[in-house]
Structure formats: C-alpha cells, structure tokens
C-alpha cells in the first residue's frame, strides 16, 4: 500500500518537476521522508544528497557541507569550488568565489535530470548567511537541476522571485501547494489590505494610511509582508547597505518607530531574532494572491488555465511598487514583468489558437491578441521578443505599416550595444516589402 502511493507521488514529482526548478517538500506532508528517500534509488535521475545538521551555522560550514558530501558522491566536485577556500576578505567576496566555483562543479556533473536533495534543511536556515547563500545559488543552477528542500520548515526566501525565476513549486505529496503557509489569526485584531503590485497603497480596516513620515517606514512594511519572517540584518542589506552596523541599527530603529506611529500600535512584532508583521493581524497581499494565480495556471492538472492567467493580468496594476528603485524591488519588479509577461504570452497564443481554427468567427480572438501584445509592450517596451512577436502577428494580418512602427520603435529604446540583429534584417525586409 505504502509502496504504491510512493509510486504515485514519485510520478506526481516527475510530471511537475518537468516545469519546476525547485520543489519544496510541505513540511507537514505525510510522506517527505519516504519521497526523499525513494529519490535517491529512482531510475532515469542523477540524485545527488547534502544532508545538514546543527553544525552547520554559516555560509562557511554550509559551503563545507555541500562540499564534503557531494565530493563522496562525485569525485570530480570540489576541483572548481576548493579556490574559494583561498579567498580572504569580506564575507561577500567568499560566497561570490564559493558560489561561482560551486556552479562550477555542478556543471561538470553528468545527467539530463538532476535532482540535489538538501535535507534537513531547516539547520542551514539558522543564520541570514546561509539563506542568502543558497538563494543566490539556487536561481543561478542550469535548467537540468532540480533542488530539492526537505526539512521540518519551509525555506525563509522571498517567494515571488523564487517562482518567478525557477518555477518554484511546494509539494504536499501527491498535490502542489499554492502558497507557503501563513498565520490565519482564529480571531484577528485587525486587518491589513497591501497593494504593491503598482504604486503601492496600504489600508488598515478599510482606511487608508497616508501618515508615513517619509518613505522608508512605508516601505520597510513592504519588505516585511514581502518576505514573511525577516532578521534586523535583512533589512541592513536592503535598505541600509552602505552604512556601518552600528549606524544601520540606528537608522531602523527610527524608521520602525514611525511605521509603529502611521499605526499607532507596534505593526512589527519580534521573536526569536526576527521580524514579523503581527500575527493577530489578517493580511491580504496582492502580489501573494498575484503568486497563487500564477501558481495554479501553472498547475498541469488546471483544465482551464487561462482562467488563472487572465486573473495573473487582473492583479497587474503596473510595476511592483512603482517609484522605487531599491535593489530588492527592482528585483522583485522583473519577477512580478515576468509573470505578466508569461500571461500576456499564455492568453494571445491561445487567442492565436482560435484564430487559426476558424478566421470567419473568431475576429474578436485576433484582435485580443494584438491587444494583449500592445498593453505588454507598453509595460516593458524594450523587450525584444516581445516586439518580434508583435510585428510577426500584425505582418500576417497584414497590417506591415503597424509591423514596422513597432520594430521601429524597439529599434530607438534598445541601446546599440544591445540590440538583436535580427530585428534590423526582419524591419529591413518589411520594408522592401
């Protein structure tokens, strides 16, 4: 019986994983440990297993770690990455060197399918370095890997730019999850409504808060509900990177008192080291609900995705917190574009679809199509394949003039240096024609 429901989930794993870099084991699921340990034996993959324990207390232990393990696995691992071991220096230039040697000997590793099991995962989530470690290797592994996180708690990463970049999905057995679990209050002392998925507006019980004393008590509420559990050096990095630790501290030490006054109650709460917005409160996130969207439309068992795709385009009110250029929201701004970017594609090929089978009734779908390709343009209007599909799709219409306007006007957006030539010979021929 036991044997054929891991079967089952074994099947499961291969079919989402086909689309997904990451796969997050739910850590209350029933079967994680026997999935993890099925992986290891299963036909047709290169497993590979790091497992963690108490001692591995920084970026330093935690580099060893993969090391030592995966050098037992692969005589070959370590050759690129030992170099790191040779830097001296600030911590930021070892985990660059580490990392850059690390993808070094995975690239040397064999196999078309490659799943890397970090178990017991929940050991290398004790310090911030570890975290960012391996979220900076993660998103940079080859499309081949697979990663794997088994623990008793799910990984502490900003989870939008996780499934926007490596199709990051949680795994509850046999079903995929569509969001990491968060803290429902049985009897909320409040609610909050954040709208970050365009220029950003906060209301507290249905009103709006517009007392902000600057914006950095604004946006320091941001990053928190953006990034679920965060440390006082989380928000050093984002915010505050250039200054001392010592004048950091200060600085957030001020800038949370005022994000406690726009509320008049403490927002943030601490424990255990951390951050969090208050428990008691009942959160609505756009860009979570954004994420659950994305998340379904992905889902291989949605029937009807294009559902989940339009409603991904519904909830894009333009860039993430428009206005801003902090690193972590430019970052979380292409994640967000490339979502949108990956519905505007889904709903006009479809559109296309109908189209094609029938060109006498299905006008409107056509038009739809241009439509969405035009509305995405406008967002990101230096995207190359998205302005070659756009001139193709109004070149069969046979409307060329539009065509070319369009590559025309990539054409003066796009910096020379980083132009396609193939854009100049498909406007060239256009032309002549």
């Known amino acids: 019986m036991i044997e054929t429901k891991i079967h089952d989930i074994i099947g499961k794993f291969r079919e989402y994983s086909e689309h997904a870099r990451v796969v997050i084991l739910q850590p209350d699921s029933k079967y994680r440990t026997a999935l993890t340990a099925a992986l290891l034996n299963e036909p047709g ?21 993969i090391v030592d393990s995966l050098s037992a696995q692969t005589s070959s691992f370590g050759i690129h990455s030992s170099a790191a071991n040779a830097v001296v220096g600030s911590s930021g230039a070892f985990r660059k060197a580490a990392i850059e040697g690390l993808l070094k000997d995975f690239e040397q590793i064999e196999g078309d399918r490659i799943v890397l099991i970090l178990d017991d995962y929940d ?22 890997y697979i990663t794997v996180f088994n623990g008793r708690s799910q990984p502490r990463f900003p989870w939008v730019s ?60 941001f990053f928190a509900v953006d990034r679920g559990v965060i440390t006082r050096d989380d928000f050093h990095r984002a915010f505050w990177g250039d200054l001392s630790d010592a004048q950091a501290t200060n600085v957030f030490h001020v800038t949370k008192r005022r994000l406690h006054r726009a509320f008049n109650f403490e927002v943030l709460e601490h424990q255990n080291g951390a951050y969090r917005i208050k428990p008691s409160l009942l959160i609505n996130y756009d860009a979570f609900e954004w994420t659950q969207a994305l998340i379904r439309a992905r889902d291989l068992s949605n029937a009807h995705p294009e559902v989940d795709y339009q409603r991904v385009l519904d909830l894009y ?35 296309e679809e109908r189209y094609n089978a029938d ?4 006008q409107s779908a056509i038009e739809k199509a241009v439509t ?23 070149a069969r219409l046979g409307r060329r003039p539009e065509a070319v306007e369009v590559l025309a006007d990539l054409e003066i957006r796009v910096p ?14 256009m032309k002549s024609m």
């Open 372 to 394: 969405l390709y035009r509305q995405a343009l406008r967002e990101v209007p230096d995207s190359i394949e998205l302005a070659t599909d756009t001139a193709k799709l109004l």
């Open 359 to 362: 060109p006498s009734h299905n």
């Open 162 to 221: 996780l499934i926007a970049q490596t199709r990051a999905i949680i795994l509850d057995d046999d079903r995929v999850v569509t969001q990491p679990l968060q803290h429902s209050p049985e009897a909320p002392t409040g609610r909050l409504d954040i709208f970050a998925v365009g220029p950003g507006f906060v209301f507290f019980n249905d009103e709006l808060i517009t007392d902000w004393e600057g914006h950095l008590p604004r946006l320091l509420l």
């Open 45 to 65: 993959l290169t497993t590979l297993y790091v497992p963690f324990s108490s001692e591995t207390l920084d970026e330093v232990t935690l580099f060893d770690r």
């Open 317 to 351: 009110r333009g860039p993430f917190l428009k206005g801003h250029n902090d690193h972590w929201i430019l970052t979380r701004r292409q994640d967000i574009q490339a979502g949108y970017l990956e519905a505007v594609r889904y709903l006009a090929e479809r559109c």
């Open 123 to 144: 050991f290398a989530a004790a310090s911030d370095s570890t975290i960012r470690f391996l979220e900076e290797l993660i998103v940079k592994f080859p499309d081949r």
């Open 416 to 429: 020379p240096s980083k132009r396609d030539p193939r854009v100049k010979g498909i406007l060239k021929s």
